[in-house]
């Protein structure tokens, strides 16, 4: 436990750390990030589009095979090593679209194969999308229950 | 002993050797041409990361006995560790190499660590030849503290790139007329500092309180003045943590005079090579000094060095756990050879 006088000085260096740490550039990584993810998105829409008039399917087949066909570049561009750059540059703008839930995926993959196939592969392929998983999961239960009681 | 941390070292142990092993990134840094060892694969013809950095420590070792013209059945101990749990690469290359082997862990600070030990042992007599070693390397850093390396993430700016290297000094108490070397005069064993930095992409922000803290003891321990020194490097502080560091040693009353404090973060890479705010990990320091610093010492160009290695003493778990980020730094006294 740490002394009232050596929290005091605590806060008076995380002041000088605050002062000198060099902030990340807010407008340029929103710009990135707005174009970056702007153009995943319209691809995502030329791909459900496309398949809505070239395969005749209907709204909810063409969301399905929408999500398939971006997890799947996404996935490819993470195995071939390009994602993780696209991901330096445009930060949330590649990690929010279902790209970036492949890419965190496909990258586990990647790292833990080493450990084997269940241990490593098997063990740890949702370490980084399991909260993503375990909350959206999680909440669309909740969300299920309360429309089944109020009845939308 | 000397004040409250410092150890005088009577016997003044003699640095024989040294060597250091670093990757292609490195290579290409401003210290590119003195390294005794660039590879130019990062998995170093290993088939995983682990691999690689035992690979790696056990070049810089194996080149540092070479060096210094002995056999590995001559050192008596080989003091090292690395930054991944169980000291994995450092205690795999303590199987291939047969030296009896005592791991250390002071997360990036383990250089100066190994070589404060090691001159104590040497001190005490328990040794004559000892090696001292530390590495890193990025790729099992990055899983071991961060994300899986394909992941699409971006980085700070506050944030430092470990660097893939490792270095190794043999220290003895042989001297010789024929070839002098530099000699450690001090040591300085720092204490596990914590002032609430909880930023795991503000390594350097943690680390810059110890570093003031034993930098400060070991210049009351031996009245000594920063101007005392010709060159004070620290381990891996970065950009945001030397401003840190050198702030704080302002408002201590006893500035460091800018030219002669140097970090071995900043020196092995350059701006340009997208790394933040510099270089960390073991390796940073370890390579840094026996790329630069050791062999300036060795020509006269730096009379008396201050080498102190700093280390984040994080894990992941605590970090998880919501601790703050304590930290160490210990400080190795090298001067260059009477003779020279």
């Known amino acids: 436990m740490r002394g009232s006088q050596n929290k005091q000085k605590d806060e008076r260096y995380l002041k000088l750390v605050d002062k000198l740490t060099p902030n990340s550039d807010l407008a340029k990584g929103l710009i990135r990030a707005f174009w970056v993810g702007g153009v995943i998105c319209v691809i995502g829409q030329l791909v459900n589009d496309a398949a809505k008039v070239w395969l005749a399917l209907s709204k909810d087949d063409a969301g399905m095979v929408t999500a398939v066909v971006m997890v799947f570049f996404g996935s490819l561009l993470t195995g071939i090593g390009v994602y993780d750059r696209i991901g330096k540059y445009a930060g949330a703008g590649s990690i929010v679209p279902i790209t970036g839930f492949a890419n965190s995926i496909v990258a586990s993959a990647m790292e833990f194969r080493r450990e084997g196939l269940v241990l490593g592969v098997g063990a740890k392929l949702f370490l980084i999308a399991g909260p993503v998983l375990v909350y959206g999961i999680g909440t669309s239960i909740l969300v299920g229950i309360i429309a089944f009681f109020v009845g939308v | ?340």
């Open chain 2, 1 to 340: 002993m000397l004040g409250g941390q410092t150890a005088l070292l009577e016997t003044r142990p003699v640095v024989d050797a040294w060597a250091s092993a670093v990757c292609k990134k490195e290579g290409e840094g401003p210290l590119g041409d003195l390294f005794d060892m660039i590879h130019t694969d990062d998995t170093m013809g290993e088939d995983n990361w682990e691999k690689a950095e035992t690979r790696l420590f056990m070049d810089a070792v194996k080149r540092c006995i070479e060096k210094a013209g002995v056999t590995s059945g001559d050192v008596r101990m080989l003091l090292g560790g690395d930054l991944l749990n169980q000291l994995v690469a450092s205690n795999f290359a303590g199987r291939e190499l047969g030296i009896p082997f005592i791991g250390l862990f002071g997360a990036c600070s383990t250089m100066a660590e190994s070589l404060a030990v090691g001159a104590m042992i040497l001190e005490s007599g328990s040794a004559d030849r000892l090696l001292c070693a530390a590495s890193s390397h990025f790729c099992t850093a990055e899983r071991q503290f961060r994300f899986p390396l394909e992941m699409g993430t971006q980085r700070p700016p506050s944030a430092q790139w470990t660097v893939t290297g490792a270095g190794a000094v043999m220290v003895s108490n042989r001297r010789t007329v024929l070839r002098p070397r530099p000699v450690i005069t001090h040591v300085t064993i720092g204490k596990p500092i914590d002032l609430g930095v909880t930023d795991a992409t503000n390594m350097g922000a943690a680390m810059a309180p110890a570093a003031a803290d034993t930098l400060c003891r070991h210049l009351m321990d031996t009245s000594r003045t920063p101007t005392d020194y010709d060159v004070i490097a620290t381990g891996d502080l970065g950009a945001v943590g030397s401003a840190l560091f050198e702030e704080l040693m302002r408002e201590k009353g006893m500035p460091l005079l800018a030219h002669r404090h140097v970090d071995c973060g900043l020196m092995i890479f350059s701006p340009e090579q997208d790394v933040h705010s510099g270089g960390s990990g073991c390796g940073c320091s370890a390579s840094v000094l026996c790329a630069d610093l050791l062999p300036k010492v060795q020509k006269g160009k730096i009379g008396r060095l201050l080498f102190m290695a700093t280390g984040a003493l994080m894990s992941p778990v605590s970090a998880n756990e919501g601790e703050s980020i304590p930290s160490i730094a210990h400080a190795v006294v090298i001067e260059r050879p009477e003779e020279v």
